[in-house]
C-alpha cells in the first residue's frame, strides 16, 4: 500500500501530464484493491461537463457511450456536484440513486472521490469490485490519499498552463509598448535638439538618466565607452570608472561577437538598430538577455560620430524594453520611452512634467497633470509627500511603496525610485520620480508561494527519503524520511554537504557528479549513516532540474532502502553456495572444510566449526577455523557419556531447565552474553558446563543440531568475542540448512561403506562373467532355433492373410450371387400372397408370410455380409474430416428413429481426422441406431464423446438402455453373434462386428463398459 502511494506521488511529482499518470497508477491501485473497475471524469469547463479520462474494466464500445457525464448523472456526477466521497455498499440488493450504471456491469461495491484542489471540483476517481459487498476502511484510505495526490497534480499542470498564459500575454504587451518607444524615440529627437543648449534641462535630464533603471551607453564607432550610466552599473555589474575608455565588447559573449560587429556596421551606415535582443555577459561572469536600441550620433554636420544605446535587463520577467541613449542628448527621450510612469516635481510638490506612461497610469492627459500636486493621483497622498519629503531631505528613496489611483477608480500598485536633480551652481530644482508597477509581479510570487506549497507536499507525501541539492553538492531540501533515514532536522540538514551523510562519501559525491554529468543516474548503491550510528543500504534515483533557460538548478534524488533486499541476496548467495559445495565436493572433509569457511564468511563470525559425533561416542570437530590451538586441546575431543556442557546436549537433545529460555523452536542454543548467563547460574547448575567458551572470551555462543532426518550427527559451533553478535533470522537461516550438512556427511559416510563392497563385487563380476560366457554359448544356439520359428511364423502369417483375402473376396462373391434367387423366391412369394390370398386357408396363408420373412431375413443377412466384406475391399482412402459433419449425416439417417423413439442425442465438440467419413458415419450409426434399439423404459439419452489421450482419440457413444450382462461383452462384436430373439429386438448381429472392423481398418480398437439396466458406453 505504502509503495503504491510513493511511486504514484514520485510519478505524479516527475510527469508534465497527469492525466495520462492517473491510467497506470490506477491500474496497481484496483489490482491491489481487488477490484475489477475504475473510472477517472476530468471537469470540462468549456461544456460544463465531465469527460472521461482514465477507466478500466469495461469495453471500449461502453467507455464511448459513457464519454461525457452530467454533473449529477450517476455516482460520479453526484459526487462531482456535492464535493463529498460517495461510498456505495452491496449495491445489487440495495437501491441507491445513481447506481444503475455500474450496477449493469456487475458491481457490488462502488466508491467515488472528488478530485478537489482549493476548494475546486477538477474531477472524479472511482472504484468498483465485482467480488465483494463493501469496501473497508484501509481501501477507502487508500483511494482518497491517491485521489488527493491526483487532484494536487492536476491543479499544479492548470496552474503552470495559466502562468505561461500571463507571460505570453505579458509579452505581448512589451511588443506593444516598444512600438510606442520606437515612435516615441523618433519624435523626441528634434524636440532634444531644440534643448540641447539649455543646461538646466540638461542637468535635469542627466539626473533623469542617472535615477532610470535602465542601462545607458555612449561609444564611439571603434565601441570604445565614453559614458555610463547607474542603470549601467546595475545591470552589469560594472563602474562607468571601470568601462569609459574601453571597449563594450567586453560585454559581447564569444558566440555573438559576429552579431555586434554586424550592429557597429549598420551605425557607421547611419542606420538605427531597434527591439534588439540579445545575451550580455556582466562583471561577475553571469549571462543575462537584455533588449536594446542603437543609434547613430551625428555632429552638426550630419556625419555619424558614434552611437547611443539603451538597454533594459529582461532576463526575468522580459517586461523592460531596452534602450540606451545618451544622458545629456537623450535624457528627454528616454523619458518617454520608460515603460514605467516617470514624473519631475517641483520643490513645491508640484509635477513639472510626465512621460506618456504617467497619462496611462492615472488616466489624465499631461496637460491636466502638469502644474497639479503630485500627491493628488494616490490612494495615500500624506504618505506620497511623506515620500517627497525624503527625496528633498536625504536626496533619494528607493523603492517607496506607494498605489496610484486612475480616473475610472481603479488602483496601481507600484515602487517608486526617487532623487534630487541639481542646477549648474548644485542648487536643488526639484525631484525625478519612476514608478515601477509590480501588481504582475506580487501575483506571479503569490502563485509561485503556491506552487512551493504544492511541490513542498509531494515532497512530504513519499515514503523514500528525497533531497535537493545545489550545483554546489549543498542540500537545499530534505522531506521528514530524509530526516527519520539520517536522524537530523531539516534546518541541520539544509546547507550541509550531501556526501556527508554516507559511509563512503567520495562514491556519494561521484553519484552526484555523475547526475551533473549525464542528467540522471539509476539505482545508484550507497549507505546512509544515521546519527545513531546505525546503517541504511539504499538505491539512489537521481535527475537534474532546470530553468526555463534549460540551465541546471540542481539536483532531485530520491532513495529507496534497500537493506532487507540486500540481506536476502546474502542469504540466497549463502543458502547456493551450500547447496554447490554438496553438488561439486567429493570428499568428507573437502566438503566440511569448505562449508565452515562458507558459514564463517557469511556470518561474519570469529570462529566457526562443525562437530560430528564418532564411533567413540565422542563429538570432535571435524573442521574448524578461528578457535586457537589451546582451546581446540581443550574442547576438540568431548565425550557424550562422560562431559557435561551444552554442546552435548544440544547433540542428545537433553535440554536442562535453566537452559530453555536460550533455546529455539528448532532446538538450537543462541546466547548474546554468556558470561551474564553464567553469572545467573547456581554453583550447583556452574558444574553442569566445561566454561571454555567463557574462559576464552567468546560472548556469543551458538550451538546448532545436524540432522539427518530424525538422527542428530552433530552440530555447528559459532564463537564471536562480540556481545549479540548472532540474530534470530540468522540462526533460523542456518538452522534450515543444517539437515543439509546432515544429507551431506551421511552421502559421504554412505559413499565410504559403498567403497567397502566394490572390491567384494568386483570378485563376483569375475565369477559372474565366467557363468554368463557359458550361458551366451546357449543362448546363442536357442537364437538361431528362434529365428527358424520366426521364419516358420512370417510364413504362416503371409498364408493367413491370402487365406483373409480370399474368405472376403468368397462373401462378396456368394453374398451378391445370393441376391439375386433371394429376389426371385421374394417375389413368386408376394405373388401367391397377391394373387391367391382369397383361396387360400390361414395355415396356407401362414406358410406363405413365413417363407416371405425369412426370404426377407435372408435378404437382409446377405446385404449386412456385403456390407461386412467391403468394409476391408472397397473402403475410401482416408481424408481431413470434420468428425461433426460426419456425426450429423448418421443423425440424419437415422431422423425418424429418433423422433419416434423421443431420443435426445447430444455431443461434445468433435475434432478433423484422417478417416474414411463413410464409414465412420456407419460407425456412428450402428451404435446410435443400437442405443435407441435396446433402449429401456426411460426416455433414451445418448451423448457422443471424445477426449484426446496421448497420440489418440478416445471417441465414445453412452446411453441409459437396457446394457448388457459382463460375458458377452466380447462376443457382441462376433459376426452373427445375437443376445436377444428377432422377437425381440430385430436384426441380423452383424452391425457391431462390421463396427469393429472399420474401427480396426482405422488402426484403433472398439470395446463397451455396460451395466444392466443402467446403460452402455461404447469406446
Not at 560430528?612 to 590451538?629: L, M, Q, R, W, Y
Not at 538361431?784 to 492373410?801: F, N, V, Y
Request: proline content about 3%; overall charge negative; hydrophobic content about 35%.
Amino acid at each position: 500500500r505504502l509503495d503504491i502511494l510513493s511511486e504514484t506521488a514520485s510519478q505524479l511529482l516527475r510527469t508534465e501530464s497527469p492525466e495520462a499518470v492517473v491510467q497506470s497508477q490506477c491500474r496497481k491501485v484496483m489490482e491491489f484493491m481487488n477490484c475489477q473497475v475504475f473510472f477517472n471524469y476530468l471537469v470540462d469547463e468549456g461544456k460544463q461537463q465531465l469527460h472521461l479520462n482514465a477507466y478500466a474494466g469495461i469495453p471500449e464500445d461502453e467507455a464511448r457511450r459513457i464519454e461525457w457525464l452530467d454533473f449529477g448523472a450517476a455516482v460520479c456526477g453526484r459526487a462531482a456536484v456535492q464535493g463529498q466521497p460517495i461510498v456505495c455498499a452491496n449495491i445489487r440488493e440495495k437501491s441507491e440513486p445513481g447506481t444503475e450504471l455500474v450496477k449493469s456491469y456487475g458491481v457490488q461495491a462502488y466508491a467515488c472521490h472528488p478530485l478537489i484542489s482549493h476548494d475546486k471540483v477538477l474531477g472524479t476517481i472511482s472504484f468498483g469490485t465485482l467480488d465483494r459487498l463493501q469496501f473497508d476502511t484501509d481501501d477507502i484510505s487508500l483511494m482518497k490519499t491517491v485521489a488527493d495526490q491526483v487532484a494536487i497534480a492536476i491543479d499544479r499542470k492548470r496552474a503552470e498552463e495559466a502562468l505561461q498564459k500571463a507571460k505570453s500575454a505579458l509579452e505581448h504587451r512589451v511588443e506593444e509598448r516598444t512600438r510606442e518607444l520606437r515612435t516615441a524615440y523618433e519624435s523626441l529627437q528634434a524636440e532634444i535638439a531644440e534643448r540641447e543648449k539649455s543646461d538646466r534641462i540638461n542637468l535635469q535630464l542627466a539626473a533623469i538618466v542617472e535615477s532610470s533603471n535602465e542601462a545607458i551607453v555612449g561609444k564611439t564607432l571603434d565601441g570604445i565607452v565614453t559614458s555610463w550610466n547607474k542603470g549601467a552599473e546595475r545591470t552589469y555589474g560594472y563602474t562607468a570608472q571601470e568601462m569609459i575608455g574601453q571597449p563594450i565588447s567586453v560585454l559581447v559573449p564569444r558566440h555573438q561577437a559576429d552579431d555586434f560587429s554586424g550592429i557597429l556596421d549598420r551605425i557607421r551606415f547611419g542606420e538605427r538598430v531597434e527591439h534588439y535582443e540579445a545575451v550580455r555577459e556582466t562583471k561577475d561572469g553571469h549571462l543575462i538577455t537584455v533588449a536594446f536600441t542603437v543609434s547613430p550620433i551625428k555632429d552638426a554636420n550630419g556625419t555619424v560620430v558614434g552611437a547611443s544605446s539603451i538597454a533594459r535587463d529582461i532576463t526575468e520577467r522580459k517586461q523592460m524594453e531596452e534602450e540606451l541613449r545618451s544622458a545629456s542628448l537623450y535624457a528627454r527621450s528616454l523619458i518617454e520611452a520608460s515603460l514605467d510612469p516617470l514624473v519631475t516635481i517641483s520643490q513645491e510638490g508640484k509635477i513639472t512634467d510626465v512621460n506618456r506612461a504617467t497619462e496611462l497610469a492615472t488616466g489624465l492627459t499631461r496637460e491636466r497633470l502638469i502644474g497639479s500636486n503630485f500627491s493628488d493621483y494616490f490612494t495615500e497622498p500624506e504618505k506620497a509627500n511623506e515620500g517627497y519629503r525624503t527625496v528633498i531631505s536625504q536626496g533619494f528613496v528607493r523603492d517607496y511603496p506607494l498605489t496610484i489611483r486612475h480616473s475610472s477608480g481603479r488602483t496601481t500598485e507600484v515602487l517608486y525610485n526617487a532623487t534630487v536633480y541639481r542646477n549648474a551652481a548644485g542648487e536643488p530644482q526639484g525631484v525625478f520620480a519612476a514608478a515601477r508597477d509590480v501588481t504582475e509581479r506580487k501575483r506571479m510570487e503569490e502563485e509561485l508561494r503556491a506552487v512551493s506549497l504544492y511541490a513542498r507536499s509531494l515532497i512530504e507525501a513519499s515514503l523514500d527519503p528525497l533531497v535537493t541539492i545545489s550545483p554546489e553538492g549543498k542540500i537545499t531540501d530534505v522531506n521528514e524520511a530524509t530526516e527519520a533515514a539520517s536522524g537530523l532536522g531539516r534546518e541541520r540538514l539544509i546547507g550541509s554537504n550531501f556526501s556527508d551523510y554516507f559511509t563512503e562519501p567520495d562514491r556519494a559525491n561521484a553519484g552526484y557528479q555523475k547526475v551533473i554529468s549525464e542528467g540522471q543516474v539509476r539505482d545508484y548503491p550507497l549507505t546512509i549513516r544515521h546519527a545513531s550510528g546505525r546503517t541504511t543500504d539504499v538505491l539512489y534515483n537521481a535527475t537534474v532540474y532546470r530553468n526555463e533557460a534549460g540551465n541546471v538548478q540542481g539536483v532531485f534524488a530520491a532513495a529507496r532502502d534497500v537493506t532487507e533486499l540486500k540481506a536476502a541476496q546474502e542469504r540466497r548467495d549463502f543458502t547456493n553456495s551450500l547447496l554447490e559445495l554438496f553438488a561439486l565436493k567429493n570428499s568428507s572433509q573437502e566438503y566440511l572444510d569448505s562449508a565452515v569457511e562458507v558459514i564463517r564468511a557469511w556470518s561474519r563470525c570469529e570462529a566457526v566449526g562443525i562437530r560430528i559425533t564418532d564411533e567413540n561416542h565422542e563429538i570432535p570437530f571435524a573442521s574448524c577455523a578461528g578457535f586457537p590451538k589451546d582451546f581446540l586441546d581443550l574442547e576438540n575431543r568431548i565425550s557424550l557419556e562422560k562431559d557435561q556442557c551444552i554442546c552435548i546436549r544440544a547433540v542428545t537433545e537433553n535440554i536442562e531447565e535453566q537452559e530453555r529460555p536460550l533455546i529455539t523452536s528448532a532446538g538450537s542454543f543462541r546466547c548474546g552474553d554468556t558470561e551474564a548467563f553464567v553469572q545467573g547460574l547456581s554453583s550447583t547448575q556452574r558444574l553442569r558446563y566445561r566454561g571454555n567458551c567463557v574462559k576464552f572470551g567468546y560472548t556469543s555462543l551458538v550451538v546448532i543440531p545436524i540432522r539427518y532426518r530424525e538422527q542428530v550427527l552433530g552440530a555447528v559451533h559459532l564463537a564471536d568475542h562480540r556481545p549479540a553478535h548472532f540474530g534470530r533470522a540468522s540462526v533460523a537461516l542456518l538452522e534450515s540448512l543444517a539437515p543439509l550438512i546432515g544429507e551431506a556427511i551421511h552421502r559421504f559416510r554412505a559413499e565410504a561403506e559403498l567403497t567397502k563392497y566394490r572390491d567384494h563385487l568386483e570378485e563376483l563380476v569375475k565369477q559372474r562373467t565366467g557363468e554368463l560366457q557359458t550361458a551366451n554359448s546357449q543362448l546363442q544356439t536357442e537364437i538361431g532355433e528362434r529365428r527358424r520359428a520366426e521364419e516358420t511364423l512370417r510364413q504362416t502369417a503371409e498364408e493367413l492373410a491370402r487365406s483373409n483375402g480370399d474368405l472376403e473376396q468368397f462373401a462378396y462373391v456368394a453374398s451378391h450371387d445370393l441376391q439375386e434367387p433371394l429376389r426371385a423366391v421374394a417375389g413368386y412369394v408376394e405373388l401367391l400372397q397377391q394373387r391367391y390370398f382369397d383361396k387360400l386357408d390361414q395355415r396356407a396363408l401362414q406358410f406363405i408370410a413365413g417363407a416371405s420373412d425369412g426370404a426377407a431375413r435372408m435378404q437382409t443377412l446377405v446385404v449386412d455380409l456385403l456390407a461386412f466384406s467391403r468394409v476391408g475391399t472397397q473402403g475410401k482412402s482416408f481424408e481431413r474430416t470434420d468428425m461433426n459433419s460426419v456425426l450429423g449425416l448418421a443423425l440424419n439417417s437415422l431422423k425418424v428413429s429418433v423422433q419416434e423413439a423421443g431420443a435426445k442425442v447430444t455431443s461434445d465438440v468433435l475434432p478433423v481426422l484422417d478417416v474414411d467419413a463413410t464409414q465412420i458415419a456407419q460407425v456412428f450409426q450402428n451404435l446410435i441406431g443400437n442405443a435407441i434399439k435396446f433402449r429401456s423404459d426411460r426416455i433414451p439419452e445418448i451423448h457422443v464423446g471424445a477426449k484426446k489421450r496421448r497420440a489418440f482419440w478416445v471417441f465414445s457413444v453412452k446411453d441409459n438402455g437396457i446394457g448388457i450382462e459382463p460375458q458377452y461383452r466380447d462376443r457382441i462384436f462376433l459376426i452373427f453373434q445375437r443376445l436377444h430373439t428377432r422377437v425381440s429386438y430385430p436384426g441380423t448381429g452383424i452391425g457391431l462386428a462390421i463396427c469393429k472392423k472399420i474401427v480396426e481398418r482405422h488402426g484403433g480398437e472398439i470395446w463397451v463398459e455396460s451395466e444392466p439396466e443402467k446403460g452402455s458406453v461404447f469406446y
